[in-house]
Antibody, heavy 119, light 110 residues
């Protein structure tokens, strides 16, 4: 049974950093790309970043490019989202999701981790 | 990177059919056969209900169907049930290695 569990969220001041983790189980982690998607309070879904199964192909949304870094450790079945220079508009629930093929659709999602950027 | 356009809300009575549209451009919806749909109940993570325009994952009710014509995709829910009340999002791969979601549609079962 596929299981994705995000952690690392919390309250952080503008300009500071935070790292989210997503622990995966129930499937062969190193055979799937992984995605990060966020949802601001009361708003819709916004794609954030993707990392290929090997970690060598990475893409970001323009809204986070240069500030966020996605990485993965296949030995730990974990994907990370390092978020630097956080802004109030980054406040959202952050979901990790398994990419079914590559940039096609996301077939399993974690429960989400809330990040609040506030002074 | 603009979101795909969906109606903000759609409603219907139990047993009726409703359709949600999703309009993009030739750089996303119209250019690829990778439109998918997600259902999200309040306080929960999204769930994939349609992939590659019209395919249903295992376990998804056949009351959900979808199609695409040009730059517009659509999701139809037949035999509307109370449990179908949720937010629905379309999505598509977009050129230049980005991914777009729709603006979201709130479905209300009257």
């Amino acid at each position: 049974q596929v299981h994705l569990v995000e952690s690392g969220g919390g309250v952080v001041q503008p300009g500071r950093s935070l790292r989210l983790s997503c622990a995966a189980s129930g499937f062969t982690f190193n055979k799937y790309a992984m995605q990060w998607v966020r949802q601001a309070p009361g708003k819709g879904l916004e794609w954030v970043a993707v990392i290929s199964y090997g970690g060598d192909n990475i893409h970001y949304a323009d809204s986070v490019k240069g500030r966020f870094t996605v990485s993965r450790d296949n030995s730990l079945n974990t994907v990370y989202l390092q978020m630097n220079d956080l802004r109030r508009e980054d406040t959202a629930v952050y979901y990790c999701a398994r990419d079914r093929l590559w940039f096609v659709d996301f077939d399993y999602w974690g429960q989400g981790s809330l990040v609040t950027v506030s002074s | 990177q603009s979101a795909l356009t969906q109606p903000a809300s759609v409603s219907g009575s139990p047993g009726q059919s409703i359709t949600i549209s999703c309009t993009g451009t030739s750089s996303d919806v119209g250019g690829y056969n990778f439109v998918s749909w997600y259902q999200q109940h309040p306080g929960t993570a999204p769930k994939l209900i349609i992939y590659e325009i019209s395919h249903r994952p295992s376990g998804v009710s056949d009351r959900f169907s979808a199609a695409k014509s040009g730059n517009t995709a659509s999701l139809t829910i037949s035999g509307l049930q109370a449990e179908d009340g949720a937010d629905y999002y379309c999505s598509s791969y977009s050129s230049s290695n980005t991914y777009l979601f729709g603006t979201g549609t709130k479905v209300t079962v009257l």
